[in-house]
């Protein structure tokens, strides 16, 4: 496939403004610039534009790194959505997986595929969710297994599952969970008497934030990512 066909047809893009890349030197084959729209693309081929991988047309793969402040929906009246935050044509119709509150920061999963998604968002999967905890409270040692048995959370009448809790200091805690209830982080920790003062998610499956990403900023997962989940 021609490289401007690709392009577009991966990042949505126009091929007028796939050009315009090339020609200001964003786009990248091989570790060659390219300023040649009509070079031909094999399936071995890796493309970069602005110093991202693109994949080849089909589905699109994100990753975001979630600023404080913004919201995972589709729409919302008082604050920012992530998908505002990614600067590529029809962004609004892509799934956002597994959202984050408002003050929580980290890693969001953004695509087109509905299936992938749904790998990521559905307990029966159990891809492993893993959250950074700054609490308010000293977190006592027994915390890990309550985490571990699971807990009962306010307003519900279903345990949670079992949940991975290490305590990395005296205030600071990583957990895994495998399920998305609401805001489940901060309920769990105010069932043990105690209060999240800053979340960030680090990880989801294998897949982890990638720390060249500034808050706000986005990139292209990779095949492997891709496959990971
Ligand atoms: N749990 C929470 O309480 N908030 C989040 O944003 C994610 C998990």
Not at 116 to 123: C, L, Q, V
Not at 128 to 153: C, E, H, W
Not at 154 to 180: F, H, M, Q, S
Not at 197 to 220: C, Q, W
């Amino acid at each position: 496939m021609r490289l401007d066909k690709y392009l577009a047809q991966s990042t949505g893009f126009s091929r007028k403004e796939v050009r315009r890349f090339m020609k200001a030197g964003d786009v990248v084959v091989n570790d060659q610039e390219v300023s040649d729209p009509s070079l031909h693309i094999d399936e071995e081929d890796e493309v970069y534009l602005s110093g991202f991988p693109v994949e080849a047309p089909g589905d699109k793969y994100l990753m975001l790194h979630k600023p404080l402040g913004c919201v995972c929906s589709n729409d919302d009246g008082t604050h920012p959505t992530v998908l505002s935050l990614i600067d590529l044509p029809r962004a609004e119709e892509l799934a956002i997986c597994g959202r984050l509150d408002v003050d929580t920061t980290g890693l969001v999963l953004i695509t087109s595929d509905g299936k992938w998604a749904h790998k990521i968002t559905s307990p029966k999967h159990k891809t492993g969710k893993r959250y950074l905890v700054t609490t308010a409270d000293p977190i006592p040692a027994d915390a890990v297994d309550k985490f571990a048995r699971g807990l009962m959370l306010n307003n519900e009448k279903v345990r949670t599952k079992p949940a991975e809790l290490t305590i990395t200091g005296d205030y600071e805690a990583e957990v895994i969970l495998t399920e998305g209830r609401y805001h489940q982080v901060k309920r769990m920790f105010a069932a043990i008497g105690n209060r999240v003062e800053a979340l960030h998610r680090a990880s989801i499956g294998n897949i982890e934030l990638d720390e060249t990403l500034e808050p706000g900023e986005f990139r292209f997962l990779t095949d492997e990512e891709i496959n990971s989940i």
